[in-house]
């Protein structure tokens, strides 16, 4: 893998996101970027100072940034950075991109629920537009006792399968890295839960049971081709951001998931299962675009 980048967004949650970051680069034998991306949150106030003094108090800013930084990381051979940005997201998604990151590691922001009304949170562009994996932490966090990379058996498409075997490839080698067991989950969307009325159709119980076999087989097909070993393979039913966070909460799971990357107006208006999960979250979760 390369080089891991440790995001730091909040300078509280500093030493939680670079321990993670530490422990896995030592597993994954790769090394450490830090970012600290500095968001402008001057806005009025440039209006009152010329550019002279808007630009001497930036670069103050960062300045400060880069002391606290560096006092972080002192003895330890890590690249530093510290970037002035509007733009948090695509900061991280910038600078990614040019060093070569294989793993991003940051804390998630956790935005109250009102904010997803009123705008979309930077995780979920960070995930969207990600050219890599993104292990988003939660600041209550607990030791990790197995993976779960859960996935969507059903969805035949070809770029559907590609992200599929990236998610169980990213799953996999977390689970190594943690030393805990590999579970694949795969969650079948329950007609009865979305129409109402449906649970008494006679074909409803027979249609279900079909379909859980149908995705049952496409996993252990998937996973023999790709010499994934897993210790389990579950496929339930039932709603699939419900399911799949209750499974991960319950073992104490680092959750692994695929992000279908909606934009525009697909985006806004049904999100992607990724982001929804994210709004509750209580573990730790790699999202895999």
């Not at 100072?49 to 103050?60: I, K, P, V």
């Not at 996935?151 to 599929?164: C, F, G, K, M, W």
Request: glycine fraction near 6%; include cysteine.
């Amino acid at each position: 893998m390369e080089n891991i980048l440790a995001v730091i967004t909040h300078w509280d949650d500093a030493e939680a996101v670079l321990a993670e970051a530490e422990k896995l680069a030592a597993r994954l034998h790769t090394g450490i970027e830090v970012l600290v991306p500095v968001h402008d949150q001057l806005g009025e106030l440039s209006k009152y100072l010329n550019l002279q003094d808007y630009s001497q108090l930036q670069a103050e800013i960062v300045d400060a940034e880069s002391t606290r930084l560096d006092k972080l990381c002192a003895g330890k051979n890590y690249r530093l950075h510290v970037e002035w940005t509007t733009k948090v997201h695509a900061t991280i998604v910038e600078k990614a991109e040019s060093y070569g990151t294989g793993l991003i590691v940051m804390m998630a922001s956790h935005d109250p629920v009102l904010s997803v009304l009123v705008h979309t949170p930077d995780d979920w562009h960070l995930f969207r537009d990600t050219p890599c994996p993104v292990l988003a932490m939660v600041k209550e966090r607990k030791a990790c006792q197995q993976v779960i990379a859960a996935i969507d058996a059903l969805d035949s498409r070809e770029t559907h399968q590609q992200l599929t075997a990236r998610l169980l490839d990213n799953a996999a080698a977390l689970a190594k890295a943690e030393g805990v067991p590999l579970k694949i989950l795969s969650v079948v969307p329950d007609p009865a839960l979305v129409y109402a009325g449906i649970a008494s159709a006679p074909m409803s119980g027979d249609f279900l049971l079909d379909t859980m076999a149908i995705a049952e087989q496409k996993i252990q097909a998937l996973v023999e081709h790709l010499g994934i070993n897993a210790q389990s393979i579950e496929v339930v039913t039932g709603r699939v951001e419900e399911v799949v966070s209750q499974r991960a909460s319950r073992d104490d799971a680092l959750l692994v998931i695929g992000n279908a990357a909606n934009k525009g107006l697909k985006g806004l208006l049904i999100g992607n299962t990724a982001e929804r999960i994210l709004r509750g979250m209580k573990t730790d979760m790699l999202v895999v675009n």
